[in-house]
C-alpha cells in the first residue's frame, strides 16, 4: 500500500509537469503576440518549480533508502519516529526491522555456539595454540595457559621469552607431525605429545599447535610394561631355576645318608655316578640356557641410530624375498605381491627395515609348519600420504589373549624363540615415525602391517 503511495505521488508529480508544458506550448502558440505574453513565463517559472519538486522528491526518496541501507549495513534496528508513522517508507522499515530481527536472532545464535566453542575448548585436557603469519596468537585456551603457565600471551615472542624449548619444538615440527618431547617449567617437568597442523582462513594462513600432558599415561603405560616384563621374566627364571633346585636336591640325596651326613666316596655305586653326571650336565645346560637368556637383554639397547636414505618399497621387498626363496620353496609356501604403487620411495634405514620385514617373514613361515596350502601375501598400499606394507599368511596364527603381549621383550609363542624379534621391530619402526600392528584370525589369516607417514 506504501509503494503505491509513492508511485501514485510520483506519477501525479509527472502528470503536472506533462500538462504544464503543454499549456505552455499552446498558450505560446496562441498568446504571443498579445498583451498577455507574461502568461508563458509564469508557466515556465510554475515547470521549473514542479521540476525542482520532483528532483527534491526522488532525491529524498534516495536518502531515505540511503539511511535504510546504512543502518542494515551497520546491523542496528531502524527507528521509526512517530512523524514518520504515516511515511510511506514505513513499509520499507518495517521490512528491514523484520530483516534485522531474523539477523540479530542469527548472530545471537552465532555468538551462543561461539560461547559454547570458547567453554568447550577450555574445559578439553589438550592444550591449543593457533597463530597466523605474524606469528599474532589468535586463539590459546586454559590448559596451554596453565601448561606452559598462567601469562598474557599475544604474540609467539612471548612464549619463546617464557620458554624457549617449547618455543623452539613448535617452530621446528613438521605439519601433520605428531612428536613426544619434555618441557620444563619453573615448577615441573612435563612430557608432552605436540602435534602441528596447518589451514588457510580468508587467505590467510592459521597454524594450530595441541599438545597433551601424557605423563599419566606414561607411568600406567611404564607399569604395565614392567609388570608384563617381570611377568615374562618370573617365567623364564623359575623354568631354568626350578630343575636346577631339583637336580641338586637329587644330588644331596645321593651324597647324603638318611641322617643327612655326607657319605663316603666308595659307597657310590655306578648308577649313582651315573646319575649325578646326568644331573650335573643338566645343571650345566640350564645354566647356559639362564646366561643366554639374560645376555638377549643386552641386545635390546643395541638398535645402531638409523641411517636415512631414499629407500624404493618395491626393491626393498624383492631383495628382501630373495632371502627366502630357497625356503618358500623347499616348504612350498605360495608368495604373492600386490603393489598399488610402483618406484614410491620412503626415508629409511635400508638395512633397519628390511630386518623387520625378515622378522615378519619369518614369522609367518614358522606358522605355516602345519598348513594346508600355505600363502603368505605381501600388499604394499598408499593411503592418507601413508604407505602402508601387510605381511599376511593363513597360518596358526595368534591366539587373542596373546595379541597385547607380543611386542614385550622376551614373550613368545615358539618353543625356540628368543621373544625379542617383534620388540625390536616395534622400536625400529617408533625410529622410523612409524607404527606396526597385527590383526589376528587363529587358524584363518594373521596380518602384521607396517605403517610409514610421508610428510
Known amino acids: 500500500m506504501r509503494s503505491k503511495k509513492v508511485a501514485y505521488n510520483l506519477s501525479i508529480r509527472s502528470l503536472l509537469i506533462a500538462i504544464t508544458s503543454a499549456l505552455f506550448g499552446y498558450i505560446s502558440v496562441v498568446f504571443i503576440e498579445k498583451e498577455t505574453f507574461f502568461i508563458p513565463f509564469l508557466l515556465i517559472i510554475l515547470i521549473i518549480y514542479q521540476l525542482i519538486d520532483l528532483v527534491r522528491y526522488v532525491k529524498g526518496i534516495n536518502q531515505k533508502i540511503i539511511e535504510l541501507i546504512k543502518t542494515l549495513r551497520a546491523s542496528e534496528l531502524p527507528i521509526i519516529k512517530d512523524d514518520q508513522k504515516e511515511s510511506s517508507f514505513e513499509q520499507i522499515r518495517d521490512t528491514i526491522q523484520d530483516l534485522m530481527n531474523v539477523i540479530n536472532e542469527t548472530k545471537y545464535e552465532k555468538e551462543i555456539h561461539k560461547q559454547y566453542l570458547n567453554i568447550i575448548i577450555n574445559c578439553i585436557q589438550v592444550g591449543l595454540i593457533s597463530f597466523n603469519q605474524k606469528q599474532e596468537i589468535v586463539l590459546i585456551n586454559n590448559t596451554a595457559k596453565n601448561l606452559l603457565g598462567n601469562s598474557k600471551y599475544l604474540h609467539l615472542s612471548d612464549i619463546k621469552n617464557l620458554n624457549s624449548d617449547f618455543y623452539t619444538e613448535i617452530k621446528n615440527i613438521e605439519n601433520r607431525n605428531n612428536k613426544l618431547i619434555r618441557l620444563k617449567t619453573n615448577t615441573d617437568d612435563i612430557a608432552l605429545t605436540i602435534s602441528k597442523s596447518v589451514f588457510k582462513v580468508k587467505n590467510e594462513t592459521i597454524t594450530n599447535i595441541t599438545f597433551q600432558d601424557i605423563r599419566n599415561e606414561i607411568v600406567q603405560n611404564e607399569i604395565e610394561s614392567w609388570r608384563k616384563l617381570i611377568k615374562v621374566l618370573r617365567h623364564e627364571i623359575l623354568n631354568s631355576i626350578t630343575p636346577i633346585s631339583t637336580l641338586t ?5 645321593i651324597l647324603n645318608n638318611e641322617d643327612g651326613d655326607l ?17 650335573m650336565k643338566s645343571i650345566k645346560s640350564r645354566s647356559e640356557g639362564l646366561f643366554e637368556f639374560v645376555n638377549i637383554y643386552r641386545e635390546i639397547d643395541r638398535i645402531p641410530t638409523p641411517k636415512f636414505e631414499n629407500v624404493c618399497i618395491s626393491e626393498l621387498i624383492d631383495s628382501t624375498i630373495l632371502l627366502f626363496n630357497n625356503q618358500l620353496k623347499d616348504k612350498e609356501i605360495k608368495l604373492n605381491i600386490f603393489t598399488e604403487v610402483e618406484k614410491i620411495t620412503i626415508k629409511a634405514d635400508y ?105
Not at 636336591?249 to 640325596?253: A, E, F, H, K, V
Not at 657319605?263 to 644331573?279: G, H, K, T, V
Not at 596380518?447 to 607417514?453: A, C, G, N, V
Open 249 to 253: 636336591d637329587t644330588i644331596i640325596s
Open 351 to 455: 638395512n633397519l627395515i628390511q630386518q623387520v620385514i625378515i622378522n615378519l617373514l619369518k614369522n609367518s613361515i614358522e606358522a605355516l609348519e602345519t598348513t594346508i596350502n600355505p600363502v603368505i601375501d605381501i600388499h604394499t598400499s598408499f593411503t592418507n600420504n601413508n604407505i602402508k606394507i601387510d605381511v599376511k599368511d593363513n597360518g596358526s596364527g595368534i591366539l587373542e589373549n596373546q595379541i597385547s603381549q607380543i611386542f614385550v621383550p622376551m614373550f613368545t609363542t615358539k618353543e625356540n624363540g628368543s621373544g625379542i624379534g617383534l620388540f625390536l621391530s616395534q622400536q625400529i619402526m617408533q625410529l622410523h615415525k612409524g607404527n606396526i600392528k597385527v590383526i589376528s584370525d587363529p587358524e584363518k589369516e594373521t596380518i602384521f602391517s607396517l605403517t610409514f607417514h610421508l610428510n
Open 263 to 279: 657319605i663316603e666316596l666308595n659307597q657310590l655305586n655306578e648308577e649313582d655316578l651315573d646319575d649325578i653326571r646326568e644331573s
